[in-house]
C-alpha cells in the first residue's frame, strides 16, 4: 500500500538557520502531497500541498516541492523562528487508493532563541 | 475561516465503558473523516463517510467502532466497549468532495484526547 517515510526527529535548530525535512512517499496512483503542522496543544493545519509533478506548494515561507522522479517532497524554509516550532507531517492522497490520508510519522522541530 | 469543531477536548472513561466523540465539520462539506493518533506515533486514518454511509474503513475501525450523522450538522464516533489501547487523540476531518477530491486537503479538528482507565 502507499506509504510515506520522513526523516527521524527531533530536529533542533536555532532561530534564523536553514530547515530541511525530508519527506519520500511511496503510492500506486499519482498523489497529491501535502504538509500539515501541529502546534502543541493544537490539531493538524494545513501547511501547502501540491497536487501535481514539478508543483512548489508554499507558505508561510515554507516550500515544497513535488519531485515524481524522486518520490520526495521535502520541506524548506530559509529561517526558522521559535514560533515554528512545532511537529510536521507529509501527506499524501492517492485518488487510486481511496479518499483517506496516508500521514508519515511527524517530525517534531525546536527552535531555539 | 469556518473550521471543525470537536467536543469534547479531553474524555477520560474507564475501560470497558461506551464513549462518543462528537464532531461539527464544515458546514458546506460533503466528507468527513476520523483519524487517530495515538501518543508519539502516526495519525492513522480509521474511517471515511459520505452520504450517510461508510465509504472506506481501516483494519483499525472494528466491530466497536461506528459512526453516525444523526443531524445535518454533527458527525460522530461511538467505541461500544473502550480498550485501554484505545487511548489515544482522535481527529475528526472534513473536505468539500467532488470530482477532484484527490487533490483537496481535509481541514482537522483540534481533537479529543481520549484517555481509558
Known amino acids: 500500500g502507499d506509504s510515506v517515510t520522513q526523516m527521524e526527529g527531533p530536529v533542533t535548530l536555532s532561530e534564523e538557520a536553514f530547515l530541511t525535512i525530508n519527506c519520500t512517499y511511496t503510492?500506486?496512483?499519482?498523489?497529491?502531497l501535502f504538509w500539515y503542522v501541529q502546534y502543541p496543544g493544537e490539531g493538524l493545519q494545513l501547511l501547502l500541498k501540491?497536487?501535481?509533478?514539478?508543483d512548489k506548494g508554499s507558505n508561510k515561507g515554507f516550500e515544497a516541492t513535488y519531485r515524481k522522479e524522486t518520490t520526495s517532497f521535502h520541506l524548506e524554509k530559509g529561517s526558522v523562528q521559535v514560533s515554528d516550532s512545532a511537529v510536521y507531517f507529509c501527506?499524501?492522497?492517492?485518488?487510486?487508493?481511496?479518499?483517506?490520508?496516508?500521514f508519515g510519522p511527524g517530525t517534531r522541530l525546536s527552535v531555539l532563541p | 475561516e469556518p473550521e471543525v469543531t470537536q467536543t469534547p477536548s479531553h474524555q477520560v472513561t474507564q475501560m470497558g465503558q461506551e464513549v462518543i466523540l462528537r464532531c461539527v465539520p464544515i458546514?458546506?462539506?460533503?466528507?468527513f473523516y476520523w483519524y487517530r493518533q495515538i501518543l508519539g506515533q502516526k495519525v492513522e486514518f480509521l474511517v471515511s463517510?459520505?452520504?450517510?454511509?461508510?465509504?472506506?474503513k481501516s483494519e483499525i475501525f472494528d466491530d466497536q467502532f461506528s459512526v453516525e450523522r444523526p443531524d445535518g450538522s454533527n458527525f460522530t464516533l461511538k467505541i461500544r466497549s473502550t480498550k485501554l489501547e484505545d487511548s489515544a487523540m482522535y481527529f475528526c476531518?472534513?473536505?468539500?468532495?467532488?470530482?477532484?477530491?484527490?487533490?483537496?486537503?481535509?481541514?482537522f479538528g483540534d481533537g479529543t484526547r481520549l484517555s481509558i482507565l
Open positions: 476531518a472534513s473536505t468539500v468532495g467532488g470530482a477532484s477530491i484527490g487533490n483537496q486537503p481535509q481541514h
Open positions: 503510492a500506486t496512483g499519482y498523489p497529491s
Open positions: 501540491a497536487t501535481k509533478a514539478d
Open positions: 501527506a499524501l492522497s492517492d485518488p487510486n487508493y481511496g479518499q483517506n490520508f496516508v
Open positions: 458546514s458546506n462539506h460533503l466528507y
Open positions: 463517510f459520505y452520504n450517510n454511509e461508510i465509504s472506506e
